[in-house]
């Protein structure tokens, strides 16, 4: 049986990914890093391509403008498979851009916006009719404000209309966590790191060991998926028991974008049609490590060929 189609909703940014020494030393220093690649980003991109990968007809709704760095990027998702219809090119904003400073074991990210916080609810109802998608996954909330303001309505509408939802936040750069908690009763799939996790759970007044942060807020309405980055992944839900994953050992190369994948490879288990919930966060783990062995978000996402059972 063929995969369901999904539609993946949020960012549709550039990288510059630097490696090596990258930590910036100001005065006017010059300094030599190791290597840079210019690579597909944003979290809904790098999640829409590991999905395509990964054999789900995947679409993206997002916005690009008219430059190079707009070429670049619909280049790039298309030559992933992901169809690129529901991209908005706008002819002022111009295209997001964000610089990675990685090392092998953490990243800063500096991002110039653009036009990520254009995209509004409307474009996204457009894209489920025009698609059909009978998933609907949201990346970098708080990259969006108009979208973001929207959502409730939005989410109601497609949550009767029989679609279910999965939510990656990303980082607040504000630190405010501000809407989530409204969302949660109509989101089925959270997908948190652990650093999100406490945040989103220190909103909710929830305190005490990661496991007791999940279950307070999965008694709100949606399944709660933790990336755990090197440990790989577990998930619980408000009364059950947690389910754990390991990821695999690998030489990293570059952590951009891991945790995207890890979301493609959980949301590709159940377009798939996988019931079993160790199954699909061995997907998701799977799918995160692979992730790290190559440049960039998308320089070595998953097939499925690489989670068949070894």
Known sequence: MSARTVLVAGDANVDLVLRGDVVPRFGQAEQLADSGDLALGGSASIAACGLARLGVPTSLVARVGDDALGRFQLDALRAAGVETSGVEVDPITPTGLSVILSTADDRAILTVPGTIPTLRAGAVRTA???????????????????????????????????????????????????????????????????????????????????????????????????????????????????????????????????????????????????????????????????????????????????????
Do not use: C, M
């Open 128 to 310: 489920l009719t025009a698609t059909g998608a009978r998933h609907l996954h949201l990346a970098s909330y708080f990259l969006q404000p108009a979208l973001a303001d929207d959502l409730p309505a939005l989410l109601a509408e497609v949550r009767a209309a029989g679609v279910t939802v999965s939510l990656d936040t990303n980082w607040d750069p504000a630190q405010k966590w501000e809407g989530v908690l409204d969302l949660l009763p109509l989101v089925d799939v959270l997908l948190p790191n652990l650093a999100e996790l406490r945040a989103i759970g220190a909103v909710a007044g929830a305190a005490g060991p990661d496991l007791v942060v999940a279950r307070r807020l999965a008694a709100l309405g949606p399944r709660i998926v933790v990336k755990a980055g090197a440990d790989g992944g577990w998930s619980v839900g408000s009364d059950d028991a947690p389910v754990h994953a390991h990821g695999l050992v690998v030489e990293v190369v570059d952590t951009t974008g891991a945790g995207d994948s890890f979301d493609a490879g959980y949301l590709a288990a159940l377009a798939h049609g996988v019931d079993d919930e160790g199954e699909r966060l061995r997907w998701a783990a799977t799918a995160g490590s692979l992730s790290t062995l190559g440049s960039g978000g998308t320089g070595r996402q998953a097939t499925l060929e690489d989670l068949r059972p070894r």
